[in-house]
């Protein structure tokens, strides 16, 4: 009776486990089994014939069963307890897209790569992160309305397509500085390389949208919004193999826009820039239509990126560097019909499809800046150039006050930094936690240390 008992009470807390639970049991039960007849043990699961064994074994083995899922329950519950903790380090990560605020001498934004927006008012002294709520951490472009300060504009996935780069979710609007975001369309965009607003009317915005970087896709060319973002209309695209890689207005006239679209195809093992899709173009009607730019002293053949900047010191002053087997920085005197090659080092345009990024100073047009893996400026319209003392290297960003072009904020592949006095000195850059590590460890000492290899920087240590 005592066994009978026994094995009521066995069955009944077998009927209370989870289906899971039961699953476990049956296994174990079985294999129990199994292991005991490899063995030649007496002690064999033979059923009913033998009660007292079976119960034992039951037993045994439920206990085994409820026990885990005590501690299961109690490992639960110690992970609801844990949260997660900043531990460093404050030193800055790759940045590509970088803006200031005319009037603001000391605000600035900055996308990170893969750590979101951030901002400061303090001039660079301390950085605060704007975008963590969102559902992408990659930005590849920002801009600030200037007829409304307020109104911001991001172009979500960095468009330097690197093969470890992290795609985007399409475009978000914030209304109120940066404090709250919305995406408002381009979801498939993935990869965008510019957004550029109209100087007199927030509500209308131009973007470059390179698409997806490891396959053709439709959402891929120049977008077009005048109602904020509520509806876009594609103005300028050539296929789905084809996207857009940068898009300016003539600062003096908004009329006037140029673009470039880039035809570009990353894959794990090969990297394919440059197609029949690339080439350069320019719009008079505010970027609804387009003219591409052929010829007139621009380089034939096959092109890769182009990137273009126009000079608020004189439109007619136009410099593109542009990738092509005679490739370099060229210059255009009058307002893009005619272009001269002016300077094709190859330390301006190494690596094209990473850098390749060109910025007219906006009150000498004389003046121009070249970003690669330093930071250059030239005097004399693109034929000689300095390199500037800008931190790090692998430089991506630039934006320069139209008002004071010693105001300028910069980004590159350790964060973004600033400078007041035309590059000379800048703000530091480990005051930023944006590091991309490509992997982290821990080592057995107590309290033990984090190691981390951080992208473009040295490992680092914390504990």
Known sequence: MATLRGLRRLDAAYAGLTANSRDRLMAAVYTQQYLRMQEGSPFKFTGPQHPEKHMRLRSILLTLVLSSAALAQSEEGLLKGLQYRLVGPFRGGRVLAVTGVVGEPNTYYFGGASSGVWKTTDGGANWKPLFDKQTTASIGAIAVAPSDTNTIYVGSGEACLRGNISYGDGVYKSTDAGKTWKNIGLRDSQHIGRVIVHPRDAN???VAAM?????????RGVFRTTDGGKTWSKVLSVDEKTGAID???DPNNPNIVFASLYQALRQPWVFESGGPGSGLYRSSDGGITWTHLKGNGL???????ITVSVSAADSSRVYAMIEAEKGGLY??????????????????????WYFSHIFADPKNADAVYVLNTGMFRSGDAGKTFTLLPAPHGDHHGLWIDPADPR?????????????SDGGQTWST???QPTAQFYHVAADNRFPYYIYGAQQDNTSAATW
């Open 299 to 305: 380089p034939e053949g096959l092109l890769g990126r």
């Open 407 to 419: 105001r300028m904020i910069n980004g590159d592949d350790g964060g973004a930094t600033i400078s």
């Open 331 to 352: 210059r255009s005197d009058d307002g893009g019909d005619k272009w001269e090659l002016i300077n094709d080092d190859q330390k301006y345009r190494q690596r094209a």
């Open 429 to 431: 850059q480990y005051n």
């Open 211 to 219: 698409g997806h970087a490891f396959g053709p896709n439709a959402e």
């Open 204 to 206: 209308t915005v131009l």
């Open 247 to 249: 898009v300016e207005f």
